[in-house]
């Protein structure tokens, strides 16, 4: 049980983002222009692929102490590679800043002065993980979301709220303070003592193992933003802006995956039976659909505080059915790569998908100028996906006449119920389905929670 107990630490502070995830979501949109959300959205866009600048060094922390835990590592070792990487960041940051200086660009000189910290924040995020010390990653994230919540209130409640420069400036304030209470924590556990010099084969190695991973992991990140890549390059701000709000609204039921996701890896390393790993797929397609049930409380919320916006809620329906199979691919086939060494293969795939993804996508956009079938393509990529993983990659979780006749049944369901002009009484035909999902699973349900 003690994998459930992390998993439901890491959705507690998960859950508590929410926090801060409402504001961004349903608040910032009516207080900005569509305009200004458009830039603030499109800010949060690019800090995603910030992570790039570690170079796979961050990974290879993740994918070398999966498994392990504080008590066995060599602490001095840990020690002086937390030092190397923090001067390298630092190096990376002051050139960057002397970049953002010759452009004069408040929008670049942002996104640098973050870099910083966003990388090393990265560091210790990987470390924990791979230690599998949920608690202290719980207690930070919620450390980090309380102070972004308080941030962002203070910045509606002051005067000129209209700007979204300073909603960037209390995301930076956050990032700040999470670094600082992550470095408290990490000399608090380790101490100061490190090695007198760090051995370059060792260091050259977490390079090595993790940029495979990296470039993965920015593929499948890829993947996951295309829709919003060929928006914000073929089409206005405002369809931007539109584009990103049910993106906003997507990451609610992704706060789940990444509870789940963050625990999965070390779940895999010791547990990772071909059994175990069929029952687990079976689970992240009940707990996709289940999740799907939170479309109709969101879409009143849309339709009743930000009408504006109302025009979205087709295109998360859109997005939203590929939930089960985005699911699946996040929690357990991206950790079986890692898990099994497969680092140039998880490279390979990867990039392999993410060039179909923009071929697909990209095309769509571009002759058709329509957000919803954006969001279709994206969609149809993502099932693309989990059927290359299922059918040819990973063939022990090889896909079933009763899956296919889940999904089918999932889609129709889904539809039917989005479809009635009437919320609540689309709300209790899914509800209905939800439950009737439960009771023809639920052995298998509790034969897997037996084994975490």
């Known amino acids: 049980?003690?994998?459930?107990?992390?998993?439901?630490?890491?959705?507690?502070?998960?859950?508590?983002?929410?926090?801060?995830?409402?504001?961004?979501?349903?608040?910032?949109?009516?207080?900005?222009?569509?305009?200004?959300?458009?830039?603030?959205?499109?800010?949060?866009?690019?800090?995603?692929?910030?992570?790039?600048?570690?170079?796979?060094?961050?990974?290879?922390?993740?994918?070398?102490?999966?498994?392990?835990?504080?008590?066995?590592?060599?602490?001095?070792?840990?020690?002086?590679?937390?030092?190397?990487?923090?001067?390298?960041?630092?190096?990376?940051?002051?050139?960057?800043?002397?970049?953002?200086?010759?452009?004069?660009?408040?929008?670049?000189?942002?996104?640098?002065?973050?870099?910083?910290?966003?990388?090393?924040?990265?560091?210790?995020?990987?470390?924990?993980q791979a230690l599998g010390e949920f608690n202290l990653f719980s207690v930070v994230s919620i450390f980090r979301t309380v102070t972004y919540f308080g941030l962002l209130v203070i910045c509606l409640i002051l005067p000129g709220n209209g700007s979204y420069y300073r909603y960037i400036l209390a995301l930076i304030i956050s990032y700040i303070l999470q670094f600082a209470a992550f470095e408290f924590i990490f000399f608090k556990k380790l101490?100061?003592?490190?090695?007198?010099?760090?051995?370059?084969?060792?260091?050259?190695?977490?390079?090595?193992?993790?940029?495979?991973?990296?470039?993965?992991?920015m593929a499948s990140s890829f993947i996951g933003s295309v829709g919003n890549w060929s928006v914000n390059l073929f089409m206005s701000i405002e369809n931007f802006a539109r584009y990103n709000f049910q993106n906003s609204l997507l990451n609610i039921f992704l706060l789940i995956i990444n509870s789940i996701g963050l625990v999965f890896y070390n779940v895999?390393?010791?547990?990772?039976?071909?059994?175990?790993?069929?029952?687990?797929?079976?689970?992240?397609?009940?707990?996709?659909?289940?999740?799907?049930?939170?479309?109709?409380?969101l879409a009143w919320i849309v339709i009743t505080f930000i009408d504006k916006y109302s025009s979205t809620l087709p295109i998360l329906k859109a997005i939203l059915i590929s939930l089960p199979v985005l699911i699946t691919i996040n929690i357990l086939t991206n950790n079986l790569y890692k898990a099994k060494k497969m680092q140039k293969q998880y490279f390979k795939d990867s990039i392999i998908i993410a060039l179909i993804a923009s071929a697909i996508v990209f095309s769509i956009n571009y002759f058709t100028k329509s957000l919803i079938l954006t969001a279709y393509s994206t969609t149809v990529v993502y099932f693309g996906w989990y059927f290359f993983l299922?059918?040819?990659?990973?063939?022990?979780?090889?896909?079933?006449?009763?899956?296919?006749?889940?999904?089918?049944?999932?889609?129709?369901?889904?539809?039917?119920?989005?479809?009635?002009?009437?919320?609540?009484?689309?709300?209790?035909?899914?509800?209905?389905?939800?439950?009737?999902?439960?009771?023809?699973?639920?052995?298998?349900?509790?034969?897997?929670l037996s084994f975490l």
Not at 291 to 296: A, H, P, S
Request: with cysteine; aromatic share 18%.
């Open 191 to 217: 101490g100061t003592r490190s090695i007198k010099k760090n051995n370059r084969s060792r260091i050259s190695s977490l390079f090595h193992i993790g940029f495979f991973i990296l470039i993965g992991n």
């Open 268 to 297: 895999v390393i010791n547990k990772g039976s071909p059994n175990f790993l069929i029952r687990a797929k079976n689970m992240c397609f009940i707990i996709g659909a289940l999740c799907c049930l939170g479309y109709f409380p």
């Open 390 to 448: 299922s059918v040819y990659r990973f063939k022990f979780l090889e896909i079933t006449k009763n899956e296919l006749f889940g999904t089918l049944t999932f889609l129709i369901s889904f539809y039917i119920s989005t479809f009635l002009d009437d919320l609540i009484l689309g709300f209790f035909c899914y509800l209905v389905y939800c439950i009737v999902l439960i009771r023809f699973n639920w052995k298998n349900i509790k034969s897997f």
């Open 1 to 128: 049980m003690k994998t459930l107990k992390n998993i439901i630490k890491v959705a507690i502070s998960n859950f508590l983002n929410f926090g801060s995830s409402l504001i961004v979501g349903f608040i910032l949109p009516t207080i900005l222009s569509v305009s200004e959300y458009g830039y603030f959205r499109q800010f949060n866009l690019y800090l995603t692929f910030l992570f790039i600048l570690n170079l796979g060094f961050n990974d290879g922390v993740y994918i070398k102490y999966g498994g392990q835990n504080i008590d066995s590592i060599d602490k001095t070792k840990v020690i002086s590679e937390h030092e190397f990487i923090v001067i390298y960041h630092l190096l990376i940051a002051l050139v960057l800043a002397l970049v953002s200086l010759k452009f004069s660009n408040i929008f670049l000189s942002s996104i640098f002065i973050i870099s910083f910290f966003y990388l090393v924040i990265g560091y210790h995020q990987n470390l924990l």
